[in-house]
């Protein structure tokens, strides 16, 4: 069976950076479509993006404020996907998430199969 941990999460200031990692166990890390989502007290789980499982990076958010500071990417060899997040503001705070799927890359959190436990990310002064 296939297993997810997320870490990295932190506290940082405002327009600080976090580089957060995701590693999959139990199966082949190219066999699947890894998306990162969040989702912040009060708020619905958001689709961040998500990378195919050919390596190359697919967006599952449709914001383009998020797009234009997050960076996901994979490490086959690894088995481990990576959330690079720059620019952080008192608005990205959350719960970051990675989560699976063999056919779907897109923003739909349902469309997903299995998700790791999170990690959290905290901006403040």
């Known amino acids: 069976q296939v297993q997810l941990v997320e870490s990295g999460g932190a506290s940082v200031q405002p327009g600080g950076s976090l580089r957060l990692s995701c590693v999959v166990s139990g199966s082949k890390l190219e066999d699947y479509n890894i998306g990162w989502f969040r989702q912040a007290p009060g708020t619905e789980r958001e689709g961040i993006g998500c990378t195919s499982n050919g390596g190359v990076p697919s967006w599952a958010s449709n914001s383009i404020f998020m797009k234009d500071r997050f960076t996901v990417s994979r490490d086959n060899s690894r088995n481990t996907v990576y959330l690079q997040m720059i620019n952080l503001t008192p608005d990205d705070p959350g719960v970051y998430y990675c989560?699976?799927?063999?056919?779907?890359?897109?923003?739909?959190?349902?469309?997903?199969?299995?998700w790791g436990q999170g990690t959290q990310v905290i901006v403040s002064e």
């Open positions: 989560a699976i799927s063999r056919l779907y890359c897109g923003r739909l959190h349902r469309m997903y199969d299995t």
